[in-house]
């Protein structure tokens, strides 16, 4: 009768998923006219809509497995019984990983889990579940039989869409010649043929057709961006260095939308063209958020068993006032804990600052906002703390931590990429190189600030610098929105008193901000600011703000390219 049970119980979970799958690609598949259409206020709401949808078809599901289990719903026994069944089910099926990341998700949620439970979990932490993917995922290709601006005119005529090029020809004659000198020290003719995958990749503003260029002897990724410009269709850039195309995949930036019948496939051979790109961020920037959760669990817990010699210390930087940060130095990743109490000035809740981490969460990060992840009942060997940082977790954050025997659980973490933060890599690089990052960090607040976000805090430690230099905050708990901040020009001292006070004499609201003063706490060295007030100045300036945020107001949202000028198609 058991057996019967979990087959039933099984397949309801499996149907569960594969009713979220397609209301995801509902969703995913609005993109193409959202992007025909220049309807980009309506892909932020798409964007928002998919995000929330796997919490909501797993609370669904979980009313359903309620009314079928009854008085059974803590049963081990059964539950290890459908997991046995749940997995005959998927044995055969590319995405099987996200399946069983689905049936973990109801388990814990029924089991209120802390830890994992092997019993009635499904458990893999030295696998690479990629690994068994040898389906290729669907692609065309091109081989270069004469010109290659004639490769790729086929290519554009290939992937239609519902408006026209403005000049087709043109554009495959301009992609030809940055490929072609992008690629001249392949040698001469170097580009044999292109791979591009099916499916059209969409976020923001714009199309990518995702790909590899093939040479003789090597290749390298191939990326085309497609804009709509006006109503026309427009071959803006072609991304040949992985550094470019990683960052377009980054872990600041918000989730592509692409109709994948298939995601692990897809994987697969993104990571032929980015090979150092752990294959979590690969989940999650395909909108697989949950899936890149559980790989970001599974690959960290695989390093970290693998190395019991190693502590888990505090992160460098200056100590948080709102989180207790700590790593393991060995791996590129930090944990976030919300302290008990906050230092002045700081006057928020705990629940202020979990609002403003779910916040980021459905933001378009632009690039220069880390994807945050929420951790819930880690377990973590006591032995493995550095006896700092235990004491600290015990004493400044005892409401987020349990003692549980030789075990430490932490209930609530945000789990980050570790950065170098911006203040600690101004003072170790020389001169030329920290300018030119400081003046980075310039350009993050004004791409943040041209898509509603004001990061609150400005001050250097609350960014991070990336392995390929580029600038990304990661401090929420001051986060707002543009359009809810109130810009005021410095008021001028009336008498010598007010001149000298070292106090504002006027009324401040807790919205009000000044712009002007600004470059009073920045923490610059004088050579820095003077640089930064000569490549962006206007940030000091209130109108500039004022004048942005009632364009945000409009719905009027400056577009932020993810690339350089200096890779666009002349």
């Known amino acids: 009768m058991d057996d019967i049970a979990a087959a039933s119980i099984a397949t309801l979970i499996r149907d569960a998923f594969e009713d979220y799958h397609a209301r995801f690609a509902d969703i995913t598949r609005r993109a193409k006219l959202r992007f025909e259409t220049m309807d980009w206020a309506g892909a932020r709401v798409d964007a928002v809509e998919r995000i929330e949808l796997y919490d909501e078809c797993i609370a669904e599901c979980a009313l359903r497995l309620q009314a079928a289990l009854l008085g059974r719903a803590h049963d081990h026994g059964l539950w290890s019984a459908v997991r046995d069944a749940y997995a005959q089910f998927i044995a055969e099926l590319i995405d099987r990983e ?27 932490m030295d696998i690479e579940p990629t690994d068994a993917i040898t389906h290729p995922v669907a692609r065309h290709s091109y081989a270069v039989s004469g010109r290659v601006e004639d490769m790729f005119e086929r290519v554009l005529a290939d992937y239609r869409f519902d408006i026209p090029y403005a000049d087709r020809t043109g554009c495959a004659r301009r992609l030809a010649k940055r490929l072609e000198l992008d690629l001249e020290h392949w040698g001469e003719h170097p580009v044999r043929s292109i791979d591009l995958l099916d499916t059209v990749f969409y976020r923001e503003r714009r199309a990518y057709l995702i790909g590899r260029v093939l040479g003789e002897h090597r290749f390298s990724p191939c990326v085309i961006a497609l804009v709509n410009d006006a109503g026309k269709l427009r071959a803006e850039a072609v991304l040949t260095h992985r550094a470019d195309v990683a960052h377009l995949f980054s872990y600041a930036r918000s989730y592509f939308h692409a109709d994948l019948s298939t995601v692990g496939d897809a994987v697969v051979f993104l990571r032929t063209i980015l090979p150092l790109k752990p294959i979590d961020e690969l989940y999650t920037v395909l909108g697989r958020a949950k899936q890149g959760k ?25 100590r948080g006032m709102v989180m207790a940060v700590f790593t393991l130095p060995s791996y590129p990743l930090v944990f976030k804990v919300i302290r008990d109490r906050f230092a002045e000035p700081k006057t928020m809740s705990r629940q202020d600052v979990e609002n403003k981490y779910a916040q980021v969460f459905h933001l378009d990060r632009v690039g220069r906002l880390l994807d945050s992840q929420p951790y819930r009942h880690l377990r973590f060997p006591r032995a493995r703390f550095a006896p700092e940082l235990l004491q600290e977790l015990l004493t400044s954050c005892a409401a987020n931590i349990t003692e549980d025997g030789d075990d430490i659980i932490v209930h609530l973490c945000y789990v980050q990429r570790r950065l170098r933060p911006l203040n600690l890599y101004l003072r170790e690089h020389a001169a030329e190189d920290a300018t030119r990052v400081a003046l980075d960090y310039g350009q993050a607040i004004k791409d943040m600030a041209r898509n509603n976000i004001f990061p609150g805090d400005m001050l250097l430690k609350n960014f991070g610098v990336s392995r390929h230099g580029r600038v990304v905050f990661y401090d929420y708990d001051e986060l707002c929105l543009i359009t809810d901040c109130h810009f005021r020009d410095w008021p001028e001292p009336t008498c010598y008193e007010e001149e000298i006070s070292d106090e504002p004499w006027f009324h401040v609201g807790p919205h009000d901000i000044f712009p002007e003063r600004f470059p009073h706490f920045l923490g610059l060295l004088p050579t820095m600011a003077q640089a930064f007030r000569e490549t962006h100045g206007e940030l000091f300036d209130p109108s500039w703000w004022r004048e942005l945020q009632a364009r945000l107001r409009r719905g009027d949202y400056p577009d932020t390219p993810p690339y350089s000028e200096a890779v666009r198609l002349v």
Do not use: C, M, W
């Open 294 to 318: 559980t790989e970001r669990f599974r690959t960290f817990f695989s390093h970290f068993n693998h190395h019991t010699d190693e502590a888990l210390t505090q992160a460098e930087g200056i």
């Open 98 to 124: 996200l399946y069983k990341t689905f049936y973990n998700t109801l388990t814990r949620r029924f089991f209120k889990t802390r830890g994992v439970d092997p019993s009635i979990e499904f458990i893999a």
